[in-house]
């Protein structure tokens, strides 16, 4: 039944973090201690205070970066330099998801709210680089983040992604409403579902679930 919802996607469009690795593999946590350290070195705020501005940034603007541009005119480039300079040592590569991911009809990229160079180290230590045909960081949205609407409209031109004919992955639920009020499939990526007219679908195991689709 899964299979035949997807019969007419021709692109394929995957979120990075906690989406194309597991969440056990906890990298972002390396990713968010590092943000932290920058909120706390640029506003001047001890770490507890720097941590809540994170995440109220994280909500209210969609990214930290986003937050820090927005009310400290930050540097983008430095910080994700800075912030993904991180141990890749927990993820291992799934020859499998690979497989899957290769062989979906049509283009397959990755859109993440992390930074392109990063993404592509990720995709090297879990042995995916190969299954995609590009890769677009926040960088390429002009440093807009998901889920403005925008950000995933500048992508989609510059990527060439036809919308009538797309599925997105995501374990963010906030990053799917603009996919799916462009006309795109949805699938919510996590350990638990969430529940929204924006959310087509779910799964705790993406390469399971790809495999439904072969």
């Known amino acids: 039944m899964v299979k035949q919802h997807f019969s007419h996607v021709r692109h394929w469009v995957f979120d990075l973090d906690n989406t ?19 909120v706390m070195r640029v506003t001047g705020t001890g770490q507890a205070e720097a941590n809540t501005l994170r995440k109220r940034w994280w909500l209210d603007h969609g990214t930290t970066l986003a937050g820090l541009m927005a009310h400290h005119k930050l540097d983008p480039d430095a910080y994700l330099t800075e912030v993904h300079d991180i141990s890749f040592d927990a993820l291992e590569p799934d020859p499998h998801l690979a497989e899957l991911i290769a062989n979906l009809p049509g283009r397959k990229i990755v859109y993440t709210n ?3 160079p990063y993404a592509a180290r990720v995709l090297e230590a879990r042995g995916l680089e190969a299954a995609f045909d590009a890769i677009y960081g926040v960088e390429h949205a002009n440093y807009r983040p998901k889920p403005e609407p925008l950000a995933f409209e500048t992508v989609f031109t510059l990527s060439g992604t036809e919308t009538a004919t797309a599925a997105m992955f995501e374990d963010d639920p906030r990053n799917l409403a603009a996919p799916h009020a462009m006309g795109m499939r949805t699938v919510h990526v996590a350990p638990e579902r969430a529940e929204g007219a924006h959310i087509q679908h779910h799964t705790n195991d993406l390469t399971e679930f790809l495999a439904r689709l072969a």
């Open 20 to 38: 194309l690795y597991p969440p056990a593999a906890r990298l972002f946590d390396q990713i968010e201690r590092k943000m932290t350290d920058v």
């Open 114 to 116: 992390g930074s392109a």
